[in-house]
């Protein structure tokens, strides 16, 4: 099973400073979490001195551990106190599993679905004269599912999706981008499916383009002609000339 953690710090910071030299001594307590039913909770409780950590209390462990002289000494006194074990196994109830519940139903219980915008942007050079690109703006959580869709089957080639993009505001952003030569009378859709939708969006491609658009893929269209004819023509004169005619 995939461990999804998640950490609480407090951080008690403590700066002595001798002249113009500073020593920087952090506490910093962790909680980490693996599953929603709080099975495997394990509380960390590290001391770091100069960004050197030299003593670090596990709940697993269920004791202290010293990773230098200064630290081992420590670790070998508070571990022979019963009363400072218990203090710190304590804190796994009160403060590790308290902020486990507020953590899940103010953030990983809530989902915001996705606005979805379907438009058409101009192809790269290649075999197709039209593209669609399909975006899923500001949603939560991250996991989402964009297809597409052509007279009610999927397509899967001439595809691209980028992967999930974060905003860097818990929100994430997606876009797909399909190529294809337009068909009289065709349906083109994107799906969309996400854990805040309670069944698939299918978004259905206008074909009454505005003009600017239609002209995006006109132009495309007329290329990849003007491109067939002109490696046909080219075709026929290395032919003629390899036969001796010209």
Same mark, same amino acid.
């Given at each position: 099973m995939s461990m999804s953690v998640f950490c609480v710090y407090l951080t008690l910071v403590l700066f002595i400073f001798s002249g113009t030299d500073g020593y920087f001594e952090q506490r910093v307590v962790e909680c980490l979490y693996s599953s929603k039913d709080l099975q495997g909770i394990e509380l960390?409780?590290?001391y770091v001195f100069n960004q050197a950590e030299y003593i670090r209390f596990n709940s697993t462990v269920g004791k202290y551990v010293g990773y230098?002289? &200064?630290?081992?000494?420590n670790a070998e006194a508070w571990n022979s106190d019963a009363g400072i074990l218990a203090q710190e196994l304590g804190e796994l109830e009160r403060f590790c599993k308290h902020n486990a519940d507020l953590h899940y139903s103010a953030i990983l219980d809530k989902t915001v679905a996705p606005h979805v915008r379907l438009s058409s942007v101009a192809p790269p050079t290649g075999r197709h004269p039209a593209m669609l690109m399909c975006s899923a703006y500001d949603f939560y959580p991250k996991p989402i599912r964009v297809t597409w869709l052509r007279d009610g089957g999927e397509v899967?080639?001439?595809?691209t999706s980028t992967e999930e993009l974060a905003n860097g505001d818990w929100y994430y952003q997606i876009h797909? &981008? =399909?190529e294809y030569t337009p068909r009289s009378g065709e349906k083109i859709s994107c799906m969309v499916e996400h854990i805040s939708l309670t069944e698939p969006m299918v978004y259905d491609w206008d074909p009454s383009l505005p003009e600017a658009e239609r002209n995006k893929i006109a132009i495309g269209a007329s290329g990849l002609v =003007?491109?067939?004819i002109l490696a046909l023509a080219g075709l026929i004169y290395y032919k003629k000339k390899s036969s001796g005619v010209l």
């Amino acid at each position: 099973m995939s461990m999804s953690v998640f950490c609480v710090y407090l951080t008690l910071v403590l700066f002595i400073f001798s002249g113009t030299d500073g020593y920087f001594e952090q506490r910093v307590v962790e909680c980490l979490y693996s599953s929603k039913d709080l099975q495997g909770i394990e509380l960390i409780d590290s001391y770091v001195f100069n960004q050197a950590e030299y003593i670090r209390f596990n709940s697993t462990v269920g004791k202290y551990v010293g990773y230098t002289e &200064h630290g081992v000494y420590n670790a070998e006194a508070w571990n022979s106190d019963a009363g400072i074990l218990a203090q710190e196994l304590g804190e796994l109830e009160r403060f590790c599993k308290h902020n486990a519940d507020l953590h899940y139903s103010a953030i990983l219980d809530k989902t915001v679905a996705p606005h979805v915008r379907l438009s058409s942007v101009a192809p790269p050079t290649g075999r197709h004269p039209a593209m669609l690109m399909c975006s899923a703006y500001d949603f939560y959580p991250k996991p989402i599912r964009v297809t597409w869709l052509r007279d009610g089957g999927e397509v899967k080639s001439d595809v691209t999706s980028t992967e999930e993009l974060a905003n860097g505001d818990w929100y994430y952003q997606i876009h797909s &981008h =399909l190529e294809y030569t337009p068909r009289s009378g065709e349906k083109i859709s994107c799906m969309v499916e996400h854990i805040s939708l309670t069944e698939p969006m299918v978004y259905d491609w206008d074909p009454s383009l505005p003009e600017a658009e239609r002209n995006k893929i006109a132009i495309g269209a007329s290329g990849l002609v =003007l491109g067939a004819i002109l490696a046909l023509a080219g075709l026929i004169y290395y032919k003629k000339k390899s036969s001796g005619v010209l």
